[in-house]
């Protein structure tokens, strides 16, 4: 049984930091697609940035620059470093996984039935 279980998320100013992380077992992540989406009250879910097998990265423009996205296969593990958050990045964040490569790598295309596996979110809230 796979099972992606997500931390780290919380409340902080504006301008704060935050890291999220993602254990995952019953599924490798070196050999997963990977990905971070989020949801705000009363908004779709939607893709925030994703990470292939092969450690390529793609990130939405709107955290470009201020998000970090890695995977630590060892740990069997994902994260997501926060900075410079703003009000408007306050989502439920949620870790996904698929078995194999990114079969869509550009993440303003990549939808959400693009991965089997999720985890059960952790809301970050930012506050100006």
């Known amino acids: 049984e796979v099972q992606l279980v997500e931390s780290g998320g919380g409340s902080v100013q504006s301008g704060g930091s935050l890291r999220l992380s993602c254990i995952a077992s019953?599924?490798?992540?070196?050999?997963?697609?990977m990905g971070w989406f989020r949801q705000a009250a009363g908004k779709e879910r939607w893709a925030v940035v994703l990470i292939d097998t092969d450690g390529s990265t793609n990130y939405a423009d709107s955290v470009k620059g201020r998000f970090t996205i890695s995977k630590d296969n060892v740990k069997n593990s994902l994260y997501l470093q926060m900075s410079s958050l703003k009000p408007e990045d306050t989502a439920m964040y949620y870790c996904?996984?698929?078995?194999?490569?990114?079969?869509?790598?550009?993440?303003?295309?990549?939808?959400?039935?693009?991965?089997?596996?999720w985890g059960q979110g952790t809301q970050v809230t930012v506050s100006s």
């Open positions: 996904a996984a698929d078995l194999g490569a990114c079969e869509e790598t550009d993440v303003t295309a990549v939808l959400e039935s693009d991965f089997v596996h």
């Open positions: 019953g599924l490798s992540t070196a050999r997963s697609c």
